[in-house]
Antibody, heavy 122, light 107 residues
Framework: EVQLVESGGGLVKPGGSLRLSCAAS????????MNWVRQAPGKGLEWVSS????????YYADSVKGRFTISRDNAKISLYLQMNSLRAEDTAVYYC???????????????WGQGTLVTVSS | DIQMTQSPSSLSASVGDRVTITCQAS??????LNWYQQKPGKAPKLLIY???DLETGVPSRFSGSGSGTDFTFTISSLQPEDLATYYC?????????FGGGTKVEIK
């Protein structure tokens, strides 16, 4: 069974940093692209970033480009999101999500973690 | 970026009713469209991929159709457990973009 477990969320001041982690199990992690998707309180879904299986291809939403860095460690079966220069509008639940199929670019997000809440407030 | 417009934003229907949600893309996306269900307090779940293919394990009362710019998601017979918000999502171009969601309530 595919399992994705996020951690690292919390309360941070504007301008601060936070690193999210996503521990994966139940599938061959090194074969799949991985993604971060966020959802602001009471709002819809927003794709944040994707990384291909070997980290060769990395993509970001314009809203986080230059501030967030996605990475992965296939040996540790983990996905990360380093978030710097955080703003109030980054407040959201952040989900780790795996593509349904093996692909270089994100297509269909077939498996999701339970999410971790990031609150940016002074 | 490709804009995805969903309608209605919310609806209320009775158990057994047929429910239809539409999603319009701002440009031709072929059939590069998925549908998700998000129950309150839970993560989204993929229901339909490639506009009309049912994800494994998803009940057959859910279906999708369309291509180009206009898409439809249907629940043929609404069940109490279908209380959720439904989202469309395109993958023709990055960034992936989602519709604004349709909240389905049970009368």
């Amino acid at each position: 069974e595919v399992q994705l477990v996020e951690s690292g969320g919390g309360l941070v001041k504007p301008g601060g940093s936070l690193r999210l982690s996503c521990a994966a199990s139940g599938f061959t992690f090194s074969s799949y692209s991985m993604n971060w998707v966020r959802q602001a309180p009471g709002k819809g879904l927003e794709w944040v970033s994707s990384i291909s299986s070997s980290s060769s291809y990395i993509y970001y939403a314009d809203s986080v480009k230059g501030r967030f860095t996605i990475s992965r460690d296939n040996a540790k079966i983990s996905l990360y999101l380093q978030m710097n220069s955080l703003r109030a509008e980054d407040t959201a639940v952040y989900y780790c999500a795996r593509d349904r199929d093996v692909a270089v670019v994100p297509v269909a997000l077939g498996h999701w973690g339970q999410g971790t809440l990031v609150t940016v407030s002074s | 970026d490709i804009q995805m417009t969903q309608s209605p934003s919310s609806l209320s229907a009775s158990v057994g009713d047929r429910v239809t949600i539409t999603c319009q893309a701002s440009q031709d996306i072929s059939d590069y469209l998925n549908w998700y269900q998000q129950k309150p307090g839970k993560a989204p779940k993929l229901l339909i991929y490639d506009a009309s293919d049912l994800e494994t394990g998803v009940p057959s009362r859910f279906s999708g159709s369309g291509s180009g710019t206009d898409f439809t998601f249907t629940i043929s017979s609404l069940q109490p457990e279908d209380l959720a918000t439904y989202y469309c999502q395109q993958y023709d171009n990055l960034p992936l973009t989602f519709g604004g969601g349709t909240k389905v309530e049970i009368k």
